[in-house]
């Protein structure tokens, strides 16, 4: 499902980190600076790796040896940030059908209607996010992602600017996506806690590098 | 209440024509400069910056003059346009309108340039992220966001398109009709021996028009913030 083999230098800190997963939800853990964010967003296209391979679904998103790059845009991903970025100019009903625009899909009404009821925002739809709370923000974005059909989801740390409170009230709707939508994820966090609850599988980086790798009992 | 005669109103809407054609036609080349300018980092922007803001701190003479070496009829890029395309500067009212346009360009392009810059890239990035290629994600997501500064820019070029006086009259001169706008028109009544009522009039109304264009301008901002706060 994705195989990634990369380099990155970036300053002083050295990135290199080779895994592959076929996981419904692969964990990347590691405390904050060990390379984790500079990953996903390698993943997703954002970042260039300097050497190395990335492989999504079969398709090679990244390969320096031969040159190639599928820009961001191009590469079918959807991507959950940790501040939501939620397009403010659109209310919640034109945040969701976003990608499907921009992918010129054909509607979906019975995909739509199954994400608004999971994710339990259909009160939401006329709403700017100017109006919604942090975790409501959230769910929306997680929505949004999920509806631009991507062949993988990436979340970055998407609850860490919550508090408890408002993970707890999250983390049920991310088990539910995990087990319903049938999207491979990623996603990465800097709590155990959280994965444990969510990963099928987990890459532990420490310090730009791998340091172990497979179930979710490696996180204890 | 403002008796207005005709050769006066002549005057006014002609301005308001010169003013109105230089504003949209200076409108997209601003958006594109000001995103360059908020955007794009490459070799020798800081002049392009620079010779952007020229109109702005020559004499408007000089500005006029070098219009008229340019684009006059014997200019480099005036000759080419008259034999090529049949399209005429000199004393006439698109030439006024060149001028105006030229001389309100900083103006214009400033606030455009500030909304674009105060866009968060995250957000298109986020875009992408969701399949929109790079210029889908500029009409979807910055200019639509940058709409109230553009319209904004559009504003305060226009106040200064319609009270623009020293460039024009060096370029196109001072033809009743054809290129008379009001600040020149002004100028002229100011020197005749009983024009000062007719010059006063049209005082008024220079002044009308730009309280209503700042106050507009003004207007455009406060909605700018509004739309990136997301209410």
Redesign the interface.
């Known amino acids: 499902m994705l195989r990634v083999d990369v380099e990155k230098q970036l300053g002083e800190f050295s990135l290199h980190a080779t895994f592959s997963s076929e996981g419904r939800v692969t964990g990347l853990f590691g405390a904050s600076g060990a390379g984790k964010s500079s990953l996903i967003n390698m993943i ?1 296209g ?1 970042l260039r790796p300097d050497r190395g391979t990335i492989v999504i679904d079969g398709e090679t998103v990244d390969d320096t040896a031969s040159g190639i790059h599928v ?9 959950v ?1 940790q ?1 939501a ?5 659109l209310n919640v009903a034109q945040n969701l059908d ?2 499907r625009r ?2 010129r899909l054909a509607p979906d009404a019975a995909q739509r209607a199954r994400v608004v009821e999971l994710l339990d925002i259909g009160a939401l739809l006329d709403r ?4 919604l709370s942090g975790g409501e923000r959230q769910r929306v974005a997680l929505g ?2 999920l509806l ?1 059909k991507p062949r993988l989801l ?1 979340l970055d740390e998407p609850l860490g600017a919550l508090d408890e409170a408002r993970k707890l009230e999250i983390l049920p709707y991310l088990v539910r996506l995990r087990d319903e939508a049938n999207v491979p994820m990623v996603y990465v966090s800097h709590d155990a806690a959280e994965l444990r609850q969510l990963a099928t599988q987990i890459v532990m980086l420490r310090q730009g590098r791998v340091t172990s790798f497979g179930g979710v009992k490696v996180l204890t | 209440m403002l008796d207005i005669s005709p050769a006066e109103w002549t005057a006014i809407l002609l301005s308001l024509r010169v003013a109105i054609i230089a504003t949209l036609v200076a409108t997209p080349f601003g958006i594109a400069l000001a995103w360059l300018l908020a955007r794009r980092d490459f070799w020798g922007k800081s002049v392009l910056d620079a010779v952007v803001h020229l109109p702005l701190v020559l004499p408007p003479v000089v500005t006029g003059y070098l219009l008229l070496l340019t684009f006059g009829r014997r200019g480099l890029v005036g000759g080419f346009l008259a034999d090529h395309l049949g399209i005429v500067f000199a004393f006439r009212w698109t030439g006024a309108a060149l001028a105006c346009g030229v001389m309100s360009f900083p103006l214009l392009v400033r606030p455009m340039r500030l909304s674009i810059e105060a866009i ?1 890239r ?2 298109e ?10 210029f ?2 500029f009409f ?2 910055t200019l ?2 940058a709409l109230p500064g553009v319209l904004a820019g559009m504003v305060l070029g226009f106040a200064k398109a319609i009270g623009e006086f020293g460039a024009t009259i060096t370029f196109v001169s001072n033809i009743p009709g054809e290129t008379q706008t009001i600040s020149s028109a002004i100028y002229s009544l100011i020197q005749t021996p009983d024009g000062d009522a007719a010059a006063g009039r049209l005082v008024i109304v220079s002044i009308v028009l730009a309280l209503g264009a700042l106050i507009a301008a003004e207007w455009f901002a406060h909605r700018a913030t509004q ?5």
């Not at chain 1, 820009?71 to 991507?79: A, D, L, M, N």
């Not at chain 1, 700017?128 to 109006?131: A, F, L, V």
């Not at chain 2, 739309?227 to 209410?231: F, I």
């Open positions: 997703a954002l820009p961001t845009w191009r590469r079918r991903i959807g991507y940030f501040d970025r939620l397009f403010p100019h976003y990608g921009m992918n700017r996010p100017g109006k949004r992602a631009s990436l | 968060d995250r957000l990035q986020a875009a992408e992220t969701l399949g929109a290629a790079p889908k994600v979807t997501v639509p966001l739309r990136l706060h997301g209410n």
